[in-house]
């Protein structure tokens, strides 16, 4: 399987938005995860999504301010990102579950394939 590929990292300013896309050829069939890393912590769960977009799971810090999504025919996964803060700021990786057909869930040891993460620094 090709390896992930995270883009649309950048510096932003407080309040506002971006877009992260994940290339994720070949994952059609499995559930996808965005994670995040800040200088000095442990790698923690963003959202997920299931095969068939039917189902999502967020952190509750970012639970109504971010929005997964995917796009099976385009191999593509998306992270809409709005009214960010300071405390977004963080390397964020996209991920494959381990196993086909099975749901999201936010462990990070059920997913494999990770990308090599793009950067998210806001600006207060």
């Known amino acids: 399987q090709e390896q992930l590929v995270e883009s649309g990292g950048g510096l932003v300013q407080a309040g506002g938005s971006l877009r992260l896309s994940c290339a994720a050829s070949?994952?059609?069939?499995?559930?996808m995860g965005w994670f995040r890393q800040a200088p000095g912590k442990e790698r923690e769960f963003v959202a997920g999504i299931g095969v068939g977009s039917t189902t999502t799971i967020y952190s509750d810090s970012v639970k109504g301010r971010f929005t997964i999504s995917r796009d099976n025919a385009s191999g593509m996964v998306f992270l809409q990102m709005s009214m960010l803060n300071a405390e977004d700021t963080a390397v964020y990786y996209c991920?494959?579950?381990?196993?086909?057909?099975?749901?999201?869930?936010?462990?990070?040891?059920?997913?494999?394939?990770w990308g090599q993460g793009t950067q998210v620094t806001v600006s207060s």
């Open positions: 991920a494959a579950k381990k196993t086909k057909w099975t749901s999201a869930t936010s462990s990070p040891s059920d997913y494999n394939n």
């Open positions: 070949g994952r059609t069939f499995y559930a």
